[in-house]
């Protein structure tokens, strides 16, 4: 077996067949011609790149458009084009004249002090090499073979754009000669979830195309002639991993962060009480919603008892986990014969939520009894749904204080849980600073409807009830700031939380919690490990 | 001279007027006819049009920016900027 070391730059452990891509700078200039000629040597070359750049531009995450916008930009950019033409006009060749301005402004961006503005010196070369490469027509560089099956890539430096160009699915692996883990390709890589060392130096170049090779990435190898022996060893490794780690979705797990590091916690949605249909708790840093309209059977809420034994085993379940239950959230779109109002006019707007406590405090005082006694059993939160005023939220502690000193009193182990409120209702969220509320849960869907008046089941309006209204952003940002002055925790459990356009706003709003439905992890996880806050 | 508008605007973007804001800030004055030129307190014009200048004036938060611009459409173009730099960059 051949080896050879690099750093890990994405972790993973990949095999495929080797496949090289050309990254040299351009050689073989052709002998200097007229000003005339020089100039259409450029216009085309530039047009060329732009060409390409915009057809990768489509398609792609914010933050990878926003990498390729940039060089775009900077192709039609008279600073630096106007420069260009200026050297040639005295005399100079294309190329020459393109890569000393390129050098020129690389060096500009690098002396920067501004870690922002420096980074970008690396798209300044990657979009360099470009034009360079079409300057001179490097048939290598134009020619681009279509990549089957599991392919290691290797090369000697890999720029975002042409990272950008790969086919990915059909990438398995990267392996570089040269770059650094910090490099935009390594923070692209990682968020794709492709295996990548860099820093490999002159070994990769004996490899033969084609060859089948193996990469770790977790201990910055590459190997290749590898013998029987060790490939069965090899491919043991890669299966233990997929299995253990789950390496087949592998972004799925692990802790979501967003480009600059800002750690987001991803808490499911989980209904029901059935833990055959629960998600893989590794994949989550708690459960943000446990709504208890589904224990619900036939229209009878199970009693007190049964109530203490599901949030129990609930608790035990998520272990060390925090457990975010929602008192029964009734009425509304959710009518209950029996327990919500008949014949209300507009239920949406009617008694629903804890507004029905009025109505059935008995239902209510059963559920917070019941939770009080789990709430032993691990790291319970109680949330209430359909807050407008702090009075209501009073009445809701002093209820629940009144149970805990109760169920004391006789003698029963109980706990007075974190008590947080639903934010659904824009007084709610205008005034969030008010109520004496332990956290803050935002729903997206209801604040939505009546923030911007279209009840959230007349579909004919969906274009006006969209999350990323300014309004609604407006008072998701003040709820976000009210937690974050007194240092309470503020998530969001609505539709807008799972839906990964959607989350790059609510980031931007200081959101830095999502609760979100389980079968949307793998994607919001994603969409926030490519967010950053520009 | 005649025809010269004149707006003011302060960058609210935490890490400053770097690539995607800049990015924005240029497409939106090449939709213009008008010349479109931007400054900070004691810095020297630049042109708007042009996202690599933009990114050299370092304009961090909180930097307030002076945009003039001058032609047909300047109005609506020094309107429409200051509108984008004060949105904090997002579209509307």
Redesign the interface.
């Given at each position: 077996m051949m080896q050879v070391r690099g750093i890990s730059a994405s972790p993973g452990i990949a095999r495929g067949r080797v496949c090289f891509l050309h990254t040299a700078p351009p050689v073989g200039e052709r002998p200097t011609c007229s000003v005339d000629e020089e100039m259409a040597r450029l216009t085309e070359a530039i047009g060329l790149a732009h060409q390409e750049l915009s057809f990768l531009a489509d398609g792609l995450a914010d933050i990878e458009a926003?990498i390729i916008?940039?060089q775009m930009?900077?192709l039609?950019?008279?600073?630096?084009t106007g420069a260009v033409r200026r050297a040639i006009e005295n005399g100079q060749s294309a190329l020459q004249a393109w890569q000393a301005v390129m050098a020129r402004?690389m060096e500009?961006?690098r002396s920067?002090a501004?870690a922002?503005?420096s980074a970008?010196a690396d798209?300044l070369h990657d979009l360099g090499e470009r034009v360079a490469h079409h300057l001179v027509a490097d048939p290598k560089w134009v020619k681009k073979e279509p990549l089957r099956g599991e392919r290691l890539v290797l090369a000697d430096i890999l720029s975002p754009s042409r990272f950008l160009e790969l086919d990915l699915a059909q990438v398995s692996g990267i392996a570089t000669a040269g770059g650094s883990p910090t490099s935009h390709v390594s923070i692209l890589a990682k968020a794709r979830g492709i295996p990548m060392i860099v820093g490999c130096g002159e070994g990769l170049a004996k490899v033969a195309d084609g060859a089948e090779a193996f990469l770790d990435a977790e201990i910055g190898l590459f190997c290749y002639a590898v013998d029987a022996v060790e490939r069965k060893a090899l491919l043991a490794k890669i299966a233990a991993r997929a299995i253990s780690d789950g390496l087949a979705e592998s972004r799925r797990a692990g802790s979501a962060a967003t480009m600059t590091g800002e750690r987001v916690l991803i808490l499911a949605n989980l209904d029901g009480h059935d833990a055959t249909g629960w998600p893989d708790l590794r994949d989550f840093d708690g459960i943000g919603l446990f709504r208890t309209e589904f224990l619900l059977t036939a229209g009878t809420f199970p009693g007190e008892d049964e109530q203490y034994r599901i949030y129990r085993s609930l608790l035990e379940w998520a272990g060390d986990r925090p457990v975010t239950v929602r008192l029964l959230d009734a009425g509304g779109d959710k009518p209950i014969a029996g327990m919500t109002a008949a014949g209300e006019h507009n239920p949406f707007l009617g008694l629903r939520g804890f507004r029905l406590f009025a109505l059935h405090p008995e239902i209510f005082r059963g559920q917070m009894r019941a939770l009080a006694r789990a709430a032993t059993a691990g790291r319970l939160k109680v949330m209430v749904p359909m807050i407008t005023i702090p009075a209501e939220m009073q009445a809701f502690r002093a209820e629940m204080v009144a149970i805990v000193e109760s169920l004391t009193q006789d003698g029963t182990t109980c706990r007075l849980p974190e008590l947080g409120m639903m934010v659904e209702v824009p007084s709610a969220a205008l005034m969030a600073g008010e109520f004496e509320t332990d956290f803050y849960s935002i729903g997206t869907n209801d604040l939505i409807q009546f923030t911007l008046a279209v009840a959230r089941d007349e579909h004919r309006l969906a274009h006006l009830a969209r999350g990323d209204n300014?309004a609604v952003l407006g008072l998701i940002k003040q709820v976000a700031d009210a937690g974050g002055l007194r240092n309470r925790e503020v998530s969001v459990c609505g539709d807008m939380a799972s839906d990964p356009q959607m989350v790059p706003h609510l980031l931007r709003a200081g959101i830095r919690s999502l609760s979100i439905t389980p079968a949307a992890v793998a994607a919001v996880k994603h969409s926030i490990r490519l967010w950053s806050?520009? | 001279m005649s025809g010269m508008i004149i707006g003011t605007a302060m960058i609210r973007?935490?890490?400053?007027l770097?690539?995607?804001?800049?990015?924005k800030l240029?497409?939106l004055a090449?939709t213009f006819d008008a010349s479109v030129e931007v400054s900070t307190s004691n810095g020297a014009w630049v042109?708007a049009?042009?996202?690599?200048?933009l990114?050299?004036m370092?304009a961090?938060f909180g930097t307030p920016l002076t945009i003039r611009a001058e032609g047909l459409d300047a109005q609506t173009a020094v309107h429409e900027l200051v509108k984008l730099i004060t949105q904090d960059f997002?579209a509307?």
């Amino acid at each position: 077996m051949m080896q050879v070391r690099g750093i890990s730059a994405s972790p993973g452990i990949a095999r495929g067949r080797v496949c090289f891509l050309h990254t040299a700078p351009p050689v073989g200039e052709r002998p200097t011609c007229s000003v005339d000629e020089e100039m259409a040597r450029l216009t085309e070359a530039i047009g060329l790149a732009h060409q390409e750049l915009s057809f990768l531009a489509d398609g792609l995450a914010d933050i990878e458009a926003g990498i390729i916008e940039f060089q775009m930009e900077l192709l039609e950019d008279e600073s630096v084009t106007g420069a260009v033409r200026r050297a040639i006009e005295n005399g100079q060749s294309a190329l020459q004249a393109w890569q000393a301005v390129m050098a020129r402004e690389m060096e500009d961006y690098r002396s920067e002090a501004n870690a922002y503005i420096s980074a970008r010196a690396d798209d300044l070369h990657d979009l360099g090499e470009r034009v360079a490469h079409h300057l001179v027509a490097d048939p290598k560089w134009v020619k681009k073979e279509p990549l089957r099956g599991e392919r290691l890539v290797l090369a000697d430096i890999l720029s975002p754009s042409r990272f950008l160009e790969l086919d990915l699915a059909q990438v398995s692996g990267i392996a570089t000669a040269g770059g650094s883990p910090t490099s935009h390709v390594s923070i692209l890589a990682k968020a794709r979830g492709i295996p990548m060392i860099v820093g490999c130096g002159e070994g990769l170049a004996k490899v033969a195309d084609g060859a089948e090779a193996f990469l770790d990435a977790e201990i910055g190898l590459f190997c290749y002639a590898v013998d029987a022996v060790e490939r069965k060893a090899l491919l043991a490794k890669i299966a233990a991993r997929a299995i253990s780690d789950g390496l087949a979705e592998s972004r799925r797990a692990g802790s979501a962060a967003t480009m600059t590091g800002e750690r987001v916690l991803i808490l499911a949605n989980l209904d029901g009480h059935d833990a055959t249909g629960w998600p893989d708790l590794r994949d989550f840093d708690g459960i943000g919603l446990f709504r208890t309209e589904f224990l619900l059977t036939a229209g009878t809420f199970p009693g007190e008892d049964e109530q203490y034994r599901i949030y129990r085993s609930l608790l035990e379940w998520a272990g060390d986990r925090p457990v975010t239950v929602r008192l029964l959230d009734a009425g509304g779109d959710k009518p209950i014969a029996g327990m919500t109002a008949a014949g209300e006019h507009n239920p949406f707007l009617g008694l629903r939520g804890f507004r029905l406590f009025a109505l059935h405090p008995e239902i209510f005082r059963g559920q917070m009894r019941a939770l009080a006694r789990a709430a032993t059993a691990g790291r319970l939160k109680v949330m209430v749904p359909m807050i407008t005023i702090p009075a209501e939220m009073q009445a809701f502690r002093a209820e629940m204080v009144a149970i805990v000193e109760s169920l004391t009193q006789d003698g029963t182990t109980c706990r007075l849980p974190e008590l947080g409120m639903m934010v659904e209702v824009p007084s709610a969220a205008l005034m969030a600073g008010e109520f004496e509320t332990d956290f803050y849960s935002i729903g997206t869907n209801d604040l939505i409807q009546f923030t911007l008046a279209v009840a959230r089941d007349e579909h004919r309006l969906a274009h006006l009830a969209r999350g990323d209204n300014a309004a609604v952003l407006g008072l998701i940002k003040q709820v976000a700031d009210a937690g974050g002055l007194r240092n309470r925790e503020v998530s969001v459990c609505g539709d807008m939380a799972s839906d990964p356009q959607m989350v790059p706003h609510l980031l931007r709003a200081g959101i830095r919690s999502l609760s979100i439905t389980p079968a949307a992890v793998a994607a919001v996880k994603h969409s926030i490990r490519l967010w950053s806050e520009n | 001279m005649s025809g010269m508008i004149i707006g003011t605007a302060m960058i609210r973007n935490p890490t400053g007027l770097h690539a995607r804001p800049a990015v924005k800030l240029a497409k939106l004055a090449k939709t213009f006819d008008a010349s479109v030129e931007v400054s900070t307190s004691n810095g020297a014009w630049v042109n708007a049009k042009s996202t690599n200048s933009l990114m050299k004036m370092k304009a961090t938060f909180g930097t307030p920016l002076t945009i003039r611009a001058e032609g047909l459409d300047a109005q609506t173009a020094v309107h429409e900027l200051v509108k984008l730099i004060t949105q904090d960059f997002e579209a509307p």
